[in-house]
């Protein structure tokens, strides 16, 4: 157990005060989160709160990193809004519970692995646009219930609030430490609006949050193929882009607190917890960057500050919805302003004349795609396919081959450089047929045979100089490349010397 329940392995250092504060700061913040993203979803806010609160408990008590937050997400709510529309709430909790296996078996497998292959411009991309993407998500606040812009006294007031709470939010830190600044403002902000009896949009607006404890349901859905076929793309979907953003998000906050989390088993309890959330009518989700980040920057830790945020979640929606629901939306939209700057990389603008024009490149089209699509899977599949693209055609031009005849007659030919796909051209016109003598050796020391087109390359280059009754002699090869030759059974036309 105290390999999971770290909050309870008494040697680790808790700071208690600072994590249950940040919970309840969590919680508040996550109210909004989750109405407005099951509305996205096209689903009752009910549906988003159970799932914050089932995603936030599970993955805080069982997940790999500590501190981060995970619950109803903007990310899955545009992947699940199709099919909400098209066949019910029912069949989306199938699809999240589907989901969650198949993130399970991801971490089973130890596929969190694969994040390493996440080049830092992605990361980048990746964060810059779910900043963007957090700050445009505010500005609905300042429209009226039309969708036009506010004027007038509505907008200075709610205007001068938001600036009050980021002032605060700034502020307090600078001053003392003992107590999270965010909930301070929104106490603040709050406390000011009831004081003086301010005119201002609140929670309650937005949705009634009031309900019970997350009841127990199994999908009311057909349990045939056709059901299968219908739900696997979303949930594979759903499952990637969960995946994605959690780990990512861990890559974060592990750079931020210099410390490590578990990316697979991280991928088992966000998998246990779309299971779970999908049996207590919940619409699944993932690691919700800002808010974890609000956790963080109040100085949480430990998995405390999550279990108290879920919980504190659901004391809201069952029996402080009336209190809640009078919050200004004025501090909760200050407060994701700053968690909106606070999670920009700004760092990325200094780098600019410094890294390769083609990381600038993927950073810059990554966070594009994720403003304009909300598709977070697709923006990071795409920057790491240009970013290997990118990398193979570097390699491509790299290969080289050092070149001279010894005393016996016989040519050598010293090659250097990867041989793959995208060097064999490279590698073939190395090569003089015409000119060389009867017997030359390809030194392979400083290369390596890497895929099948290098595997044909070696064979075919062979096969040219043994049809003018030249003798070829492969030297010096790997023995990952020696057993590629050999599994490939290229070794007919291959004289190899070791």
């Given at each position: 157990?105290?390999?999971?329940?770290?909050?309870?392995?008494?040697?680790q250092k808790?700071?208690?005060k600072?994590?249950?504060?940040?919970?309840?700061?969590?919680?508040?913040?996550?109210?909004?989160?989750?109405?407005?993203?099951?509305?996205?979803?096209?689903?009752?806010?009910?549906?988003?709160?159970?799932?914050?609160?089932?995603?936030?408990?599970?993955?805080?008590?069982?997940?790999?990193?500590?501190?981060?937050?995970?619950?109803?997400t903007?990310?899955?709510?545009?992947?699940i809004v199709?099919?909400?529309?098209?066949?019910g709430?029912?069949?989306?909790?199938?699809?999240?519970?589907l989901?969650?296996?198949?993130q399970?078996?991801a971490?089973?497998?130890k596929?969190?692995?694969?994040?390493?292959?996440?080049?830092?411009?992605?990361?980048?991309?990746?964060?810059?646009?779910?900043?963007i993407?957090?700050?445009?998500?505010?500005?609905?606040?300042?429209?009226?219930?039309?969708g036009?812009w506010?004027t007038g006294?509505?907008?200075?007031?709610?205007?001068?609030?938001?600036l009050?709470?980021?002032?605060?939010?700034?502020?307090?830190?600078?001053?003392?430490?003992?107590?999270?600044?965010?909930?301070?403002a929104i106490?603040?902000?709050?406390?000011?609006?009831?004081?003086?009896?301010?005119?201002?949009?609140?929670?309650?607006?937005?949705a009634?949050?009031?309900?019970?404890?997350?009841?127990?349901?199994?999908?009311?859905?057909?349990?045939?193929?056709?059901?299968?076929?219908?739900?696997?793309?979303?949930?594979?979907?759903?499952a990637?882009?969960?995946?994605?953003?959690s780990l990512?998000?861990?890559?974060?906050?592990?750079?931020?607190?210099?410390?490590?989390?578990?990316t697979?088993?991280?991928?088992?309890?966000?998998?246990?917890?779309?299971?779970?959330?999908?049996?207590?009518?919940?619409?699944?989700?993932?690691?919700?960057?800002?808010?974890?980040?609000?956790?963080?920057?109040?100085?949480?830790?430990?998995r405390?500050?999550?279990?108290?945020?879920?919980?504190g979640?659901?004391?809201?929606?069952?029996?402080?919805?009336?209190?809640?629901?009078?919050?200004?939306?004025?501090?909760?939209?200050?407060?994701?302003?700053?968690?909106?700057?606070?999670?920009?990389?700004w760092?990325?603008f200094?780098?600019?004349?410094?890294?390769?024009?083609?990381?600038i490149?993927?950073?810059?089209?990554?966070?594009?795609?994720?403003?304009?699509?909300?598709?977070?899977?697709?923006?990071?599949?795409?920057?790491?396919?240009?970013?290997?693209?990118?990398?193979?055609?570097?390699?491509?031009?790299?290969?080289?081959?050092?070149?001279?005849?010894?005393?016996?007659?016989?040519?050598?030919?010293?090659?250097?450089?990867?041989?793959?796909?995208g060097?064999?051209?490279?590698?073939?016109?190395?090569f003089?047929?015409?000119?060389?003598?009867?017997?030359?050796?390809?030194?392979?020391?400083?290369?390596?045979?890497?895929?099948?087109s290098?595997?044909?390359?070696v064979?075919?280059?062979?096969?040219?100089?043994?049809?003018?009754?030249?003798?070829?002699?492969?030297?010096?090869?790997?023995?990952?490349?020696?057993?590629?030759?050999?599994?490939?059974?290229?070794?007919?036309n291959?004289?190899?010397?070791?």
């Open positions: 157990m105290k390999q999971y329940l770290r909050l309870f392995d008494f040697s808790v700071n208690y600072t994590e249950i504060l940040s919970g309840i700061t969590v919680a508040i913040a996550l109210i909004p989160e989750a109405v407005a993203f099951a509305f996205i979803a096209g689903l009752s806010p009910l549906v988003g709160l159970y799932a914050a609160f089932v995603m936030g408990l599970v993955t805080s008590v069982f997940g790999g990193r500590p501190g981060m937050i995970s619950g109803a903007g990310a899955v709510a545009v992947v199709a099919l909400a529309k098209s066949h709430v029912e069949y989306i909790f199938a699809t999240v519970i989901a969650g296996i198949i399970v078996l971490g089973v497998f596929l969190g692995k694969l994040m390493r292959l996440v080049p830092l411009p992605v990361v980048y991309g990746f964060v810059n646009g779910l900043a993407i957090i700050f445009m998500s505010q500005l609905d606040q300042f429209k009226d219930t039309s036009n506010l006294n509505s907008l200075y007031i709610i205007l001068g609030l938001v009050l709470t980021m002032f605060i939010i700034w502020g307090l830190p600078k001053l003392t430490k003992a107590f999270p600044a965010s909930l301070a106490l603040i902000i709050f406390g000011i609006v009831t004081a003086f009896g301010i005119d201002t949009k609140t929670v309650g607006d937005m009634s949050i009031k309900g019970g404890f997350p009841p127990f349901n199994i999908p009311d859905i057909a349990y045939n193929i056709e059901t299968l076929k219908l739900i696997f793309p979303y949930a594979a979907i759903v990637g882009v969960g995946l994605i953003e990512l998000t861990l890559e974060l906050i592990d750079e931020i607190t210099e410390t490590r989390g578990r697979n088993k991280e991928a088992v309890a966000q998998g246990i917890a779309n299971m779970t959330s999908g049996l207590f009518s919940g619409m699944g989700g993932c690691a919700m960057i800002g808010q974890s980040l609000i956790n963080i920057s109040n100085g949480a830790r430990a405390l500050s999550g279990i108290v945020a879920s919980i979640l659901l004391i809201f929606v069952m029996f402080g919805a009336s209190l809640i629901e009078k919050l200004p939306m004025a501090a909760l939209t200050g407060l994701m302003i700053m968690v909106a700057i606070g999670t920009f990389e760092v990325s200094k780098v600019i004349n410094k890294y390769p024009k083609s990381d490149i993927v950073g810059m089209l990554v966070a594009l795609i994720t403003v304009v699509l909300h598709n977070l899977a697709l923006a990071v599949l795409i920057g790491v396919v240009i970013a290997a693209l990118v990398f193979s055609w570097d390699n491509a031009k790299r290969i080289r081959a050092r070149k001279h005849i010894d005393e016996k007659g016989i040519k050598h030919y010293e090659i250097y450089g990867p041989l793959f796909f060097s064999v051209k490279t590698f073939n016109d190395k003089d047929l015409s000119n060389d003598p009867d017997e030359i050796i390809v030194d392979f020391k400083e290369s390596r045979i890497a895929d099948m290098a595997i044909e390359a064979n075919k280059l062979t096969e040219r100089y043994h049809k003018v009754g030249k003798k070829v002699y492969i030297t010096n090869l790997s023995s990952s490349s020696h057993k590629l030759l050999l599994k490939a059974d290229k070794m007919i291959v004289n190899v010397v070791e």
